[in-house]
Structures are given as C-alpha cells and as structure tokens.
C-alpha cells in the first residue's frame, strides 16, 4: 500500500510536452485530443512591448490532483469513481454510466469523455500499466527531459517527493476547496 | 375505470383547440422518436453538450419535469392530504399529472444519461451514498410507486385511508427527492455560482408554483375557462397561495443575487452579473415566469381567474428558462478560466446552444406528457367524485 502523489518542479518545464506523446503511448489515449489525461498550460508573457514581463511566462504542467478528498468521488452515484489501495482516483468503466456528473463537479477540468468507452476517463498515474508492471515511475515522468515531475509515495519519508516536499515550498491548486489534491507545485 | 379501446382512444370532440393540442402532441411525439433514433444512431454526438458545458437541454427539461411532477404532488396534497375541502377536487387530476410528468421526465433522462441500463444495475449494486444523484434517483423511484398506488386507491380501488397514507409517503419522498435534485447542483464546490443552501430551498419552492401554473392550465383547458361555482373558489385560493409564493420567489432571488454580487467574490460575482443581464433571465424568468403572474394576481386582488390561465402559460415558459438557465448558468463559467494565473486562454464565458436532437427529445417529452395525460383521461375518471 502506498500514497502515490506528484511533485512538479513547473519552472523548469520547457513545454516540449514529451509527457503529453509517452502519456498517449503508454496509455493508448486518443491521438489529436488536447487535454486527455495530461497537458501543458501556457501561460504568455504579460506586457507590451518594449515593457514586457518575462518573469511572467510560464509553463504549468497539469492533470488529475489524485485529491485525497475528490468531488468526482463523492458525486458518482455508482462509486465509478474510486480510491485504489495505492490512494490514486481511478475510474472503473464497466461501472461508469456517464452521466458525467464528475466532470462538473472536477474543480480542476481533468475529466474527459473517452469516445471508444463512451465512459469518463482521466489521469491514473499509469496504475493500469507502468505501475501494473511493477514500475515505479509514471510514463510523463520517465520521458521528462527536465526532470520536471517527481512520483512517488507520500508515507514513505524515504521517498524522494517526500524528501524534496520536506525541503522545498510548494503550492497546490484550489486548495482552498478541501480538495486535498496530491499534486504538489514546487515553488 | 373506464372501458379502453382503440376506437375510444381516438374519438374526441373536434373542436378547434382540441385538433390543435392533437396536431402539436402527435408532432412533438413524432419529434421525440425522431430525436430518440438519430441519438442511438449518433450517441452523444448527436447533441451540443461538451467538456466544458457537460449538462445541456436534456437536463433542463428532465429537471422541468420532475419539478412539475413534485409541484403538482404538493399542491394536490393540500386538499388530499391536509383536507382543505375546495383542493381536494384536485387530487386525483393532479396526481395523473405527477406519475405523467415524471414519467416523461425518465423518458428524456433515460437518452441524456449514457448507459441507463447500466445505471439501474450498479445504483443498486454499487450504490454512491455521497452522491446527490443517487439518493435524487432512488427517492423519485420510491416517490413514483408511492404516487401510483395513491392514485390507484384513488381511482381504481377507493379506499381514502390507504390514499391519504400513500399520499403521506409521496409526498415525503417526493420533497426529499426534489430538494435532492436541487442538491445535486448545491453540492458543486467547483461552480460557486451554484455552491450552497439556495438550491434545495428553490427547488420546493419553483415546484410548489409550477404545480400552480399547472393546475390553472388543466382546469383552463378541461373547462375551457368557464368555470362551474364549485371550482371558481378553489382557483381563487389558488390564486392567493400562488401569489404568496410568487412574493416567496422574487425575495428569494432578489437576495441570491445581492449576496452574489455583494463583494464581487470572484467567479460567482462575474457569473450572476453575467446571468441578470441575458435575455432568458430577464424576459424568460422575471417577466414570464415571475412580474406577469404576480401582478395579474396584485392588481386583481387575487379575484382574475381567467387571466390567470394565459398567464400560467406564460408561467410555464418562464418556468422553463428557470430550468434552463439554472443549467447554463451552473456551468457557465469556464474551469480553465479558474485557473487563470495559470494559463493564457481568452477570458469567455462558455457558450452553448441546444442541437435540433435535444430540441425534438427535450420537447417531445412534452407530447409524451400530452398524450399520456389524454390516455389518462380517457381511461380513469379523473373528476372528483365527492368521497372524502
């Protein structure tokens, strides 16, 4: 039994979005769908020329927060949606009747509608392959060229996300909702 | 009961407002079956509902129907359950139209929701206590086999005790299950404009006028706004009780939207003074739905019954752009807009716009309405027979 969780050091992302193509490949996720599972944000410089920010462009790296306590959870009126022994939010299709209440109630727009399942997909921090497998990293992560994303278990202080969430300040989004997402900012 | 056939079913009075209300029932069944093909041909892409606007036109008018259901379930009890004399004319009348209503509620449900059978398998199996969907589904299953031996013991077997105890139940479990469903927009964290107590609260109350508006149009359209003496002093009960709600109604929302607005609370604030100034809030739900009945009920000091029954029509229309804007509005807001700070993405509201599918399902329902209410009419004898 583990904690899986993810810690994001965004600065260095480069937006090359090497996550995006492995996540599709290790998952089989449709190709040409922006935003299925995982995604690059981009956030442009602020300014007008010649007075422009470039502190301000930003690459912000985003999926399902695994909350430890999820809306799309409490929402799924045939628990669908679920914590696996691992804590990871996963999705059983055979279950799903889409009504696709979970993807109103996701305050972090992580949920699709997968067109071969017709059933609501998401991020599962590859728990049905890689982790499957015996692996220990998720595929976004293995191919970052930047080491951009960190996995791993949260109750193990050994760990290295608990190790770099030990040491360095962080921020999680929409924290104030109760979410208790397990995706973690590194500032 | 009455004896049922074929010949009986199409033989009606060839008025001109009854070929009317045929012609549109058998379009709007036609537009039903029409939709109902094209979506299991196109699944979900037969309809305009996307990621960002995941509900649409199917949920607003499932939600128009079951509050027409749960409306009529009150008002009817007034007189049936808590014995008001003048109401209790109304009960049997009222309680067809409830199963009627909510049934095609299930039918235009049942081509939104992606996998209906799979959903009475697993809410039974692997039921989502947390979820207000599952408790809002379960307590109107419960409400529709309460209601349906109410009116058998109404109609078919009389038997008041067993009615009234019915009655009792159906109307327990169709307020649970009503405010439920108001619930299922009230417990969405992730749209502040939604989040909160008022949901629940209005749902009773919306229902409690649309069974109002409906009882005006049955009876208009059964007497065709010549009303016998023993009807006249319950329309204009009606009418006060109707009134009063109305006034309940405005406050309501009046506030809502001041305590909205009040601070400019991101996300909810940008969205409710969004929401007051579309043509669907101001026309549909304040002048259809709310000013025009109001004031035909103020300044006739409660007496204007005929004018009451056009103005219920307007009601109804009002009533609808409720539902639908309560849809729109919860969703409207755009997700990747909260996270602004976090990505460059043009800062506009989300649009949508019903498919011609969602039109002819949506309102089709209403022809299923229509013609099970006329099935009803012919097939039981829905006028109070005086036992009480």
Not at chain 1, 6 to 17: E, F, P, V
Not at chain 1, 55 to 69: G, I, K, L
Request: aromatic share 14%.
């Amino acid at each position: 039994m583990a904690r899986y969780g993810m810690a994001l050091d965004y600065k260095n992302c480069i937006n090359c979005r090497a996550c995006e193509s492995a996540c599709k490949q290790e998952n089989s996720i449709l190709l040409n769908k922006d935003h299925y599972r995982i995604w690059v944000g981009v956030k442009e410089i602020e300014g007008e020329w010649p007075n422009l920010s470039i502190a301000s462009s930003v690459f912000h790296p985003s999926q399902c927060q695994h909350c430890d306590n999820a809306p799309c959870q409490l929402v799924c009126p045939t628990n669908a949606t679920y914590y696996d022994q691992n804590g990871v939010v996963r999705v059983n299709p055979e279950q799903c009747i889409l009504c696709t209440y979970c993807i109103n109630a996701c305050p972090y727009d992580a949920r699709y509608v997968d067109d071969r399942t017709t059933t609501v997909d998401k991020c599962n921090f590859c728990a049905d392959t890689r982790i499957a497998r015996g692996e220990s990293t998720t595929a976004c992560q293995a191919t970052c060229p930047t080491k951009v994303r960190i996995f791993g278990d949260l109750d193990d202080p050994n760990s290295e996300i608990s190790q770099v969430l030990s040491k360095r300040e962080y921020k999680q989004v929409k924290e104030s909702l109760g979410t208790k997402p397990k995706l973690f900012y590194l500032i | 009961m009455n004896e049922f056939s074929i010949k009986n079913l199409i033989t009606f009075q060839k008025t001109p407002l009854n070929l009317l209300v045929a012609v549109i029932t058998v379009l709007l069944l036609g537009a039903f079956v029409g939709g109902a093909v094209y979506f299991f041909l196109h699944g979900h892409h037969a309809f305009n509902v996307t990621r960002q606007h995941p509900w649409g036109l199917l949920i607003s008018m499932y939600v128009f129907f079951v509050v027409s259901s749960t409306g009529l379930c009150i008002i009817s009890s007034i007189g049936h359950v808590f014995g008001i004399k003048e109401f209790q004319q109304i009960g049997k009348r009222a309680i067809a139209g409830a199963i009627i209503t909510l049934l095609s509620g299930f039918a235009v449900i049942a081509l939104e929701v992606g996998h209906p059978v799979r959903m009475l398998i697993y809410n039974v199996l692997t039921p989502g206590l947390t979820s207000a969907i599952w408790w809002m589904g379960t307590l109107y299953g419960i409400y529709l086999v309460f209601i349906m031996f109410e009116f058998f013991f109404l109609t078919v077997k009389v038997n008041h005790k067993w009615s009234k105890i019915f009655g009792i139940g159906g109307l327990l479990a169709g307020l649970a299950a009503h405010s439920n469903l108001g619930a299922v927009f009230g417990f969405l964290i992730s749209r502040p404009s939604a989040n909160g107590v008022f949901y629940p609260v209005y749902f009773i109350l919306s229902a409690m006028i649309t069974g109002c508006y409906l009882i005006y149009l049955i009876y208009g359209f059964k007497y065709r706004n010549n009303y016998p003496s023993h009807v006249i002093p319950m329309l204009k009960k009606l009418n006060k009780i109707l009134g009063m709600l109305l006034g309940v109604l405005i406050f309501f929302e009046a506030w809502k939207i001041i305590t909205a607005l009040y601070g400019d609370m991101p996300e909810r604030a940008e969205t409710i003074f969004h929401v007051i100034q579309s043509p669907t809030f101001i026309f549909g739900e304040v002048l259809l739905g709310m000013l025009i009945p109001f004031f035909i009920i103020l300044f006739s000091n409660a007496e204007a019954i005929k004018p009451m029954v056009y103005a219920s029509l307007t009601g109804m229309v009002g009533i609808f752009f409720m539902r639908y804007d309560l849809v729109h509005d919860t969703l409207i807001y755009p997700m990747d807009m909260l996270k602004r700070s976090e990505y460059q993405l043009p800062p506009t509201f989300v649009e949508y716009f019903p498919s011609a599918t969602e039109f002819a399902i949506g309102f089709g329902g209403i022809g299923i309405t229509l013609f099970l209410f006329y099935v009803a009419e012919k097939l039981f004898n829905l006028d109070d027979n005086g036992e009480h």
